[in-house]
């Protein structure tokens, strides 16, 4: 049973094209829904945490909001350098251990 | 700024053979944990651990992986008799909360494990 799902699965902008990335999930009682980047050979660094319906983070070009299903990761006027895989987690349910982590959305910006 | 800081980054082993992987947290933080990830596939938990003993762990750590906290600083992962399919990169995390509580995990650069 898949807790996240990311769409899409890849996504090529053009410098300056704005964008939003989806992340739904199915995890009851959430209590985190995690936004990391992930360059590849590396590890996911970490961006934001949401914690309840309604909330929004922003850093630089990235803004991520959460609804009670959803989450969007909204991307303004990319650069190249913000190609990367962007992943999405979540907590809750049943564990308190373990995030879940979706498949990710693949980022190519190109000049 | 501080980070996990995970050996060897690269390990090549032959099949049945004993792996240990290393880390070393985030200085403050409280709860450690292990996640692998195959090549092309999801971020996916292995362990997590606090106080010295695992918190909870996933159907894939079985009895071949065993995780220890040796001394205050390193965290470690054993694979006791590696198989092919143990071939991923394994990536250590730490954070001051528990992750599904909505702690913040702070992952290492990984050490990418090859099974020969």
């Known amino acids: 049973e898949d807790q996240v799902t990311q769409s899409p699965e890849a996504l090529r902008l053009q410098e300056g094209e704005s964008s939003s990335l989806n992340c739904s999930y199915t995890v009851s009682g959430l209590r985190g829904l995690f936004w990391y980047r992930q360059d590849p050979g590396k590890g996911p660094e970490f961006l934001f945490t949401l914690y309840s319906a309604g909330e929004e983070k922003e850093k630089e070009r990235l803004k991520a909001t959460l609804t009670k299903k959803e989450s969007f990761l909204h991307i303004t006027a990319p650069k190249p350098e913000d190609s990367a895989t962007y992943l999405c987690a979540v907590g809750g349910g049943s564990t308190l251990g373990r995030l879940y982590f979706g498949r990710g959305t693949q980022l190519t910006v190109w000049p | 700024e501080p980070e996990v800081t995970q050996t060897p980054s690269h390990q090549v082993t032959q099949m049945g053979q004993e792996v240990i992987l290393r880390c070393v947290p985030i200085s403050n933080h409280l709860y450690f944990y292990w996640y692998r990830q195959i090549l092309g596939q999801k971020v996916e938990f292995l362990v997590s651990?606090?106080?010295?003993?695992?918190?909870?762990k996933s159907e894939i750590f079985d009895d071949q992986f065993s995780v220890e906290r040796p001394d205050g600083s390193n965290f470690t992962l054993k694979i006791r008799s590696t198989k092919l399919e143990d071939s991923a990169m394994y990536f250590c995390?730490?954070?001051?909360?528990?992750?599904?509580?909505?702690?913040?995990?702070?992952f290492g650069e990984g050490s990418r494990l090859t099974v020969l």
């Open positions: 995390a730490s954070s001051e909360r528990l992750a599904g509580g909505g702690g913040e995990l702070f």
């Open positions: 651990f606090y106080n010295n003993e695992i918190s909870e």
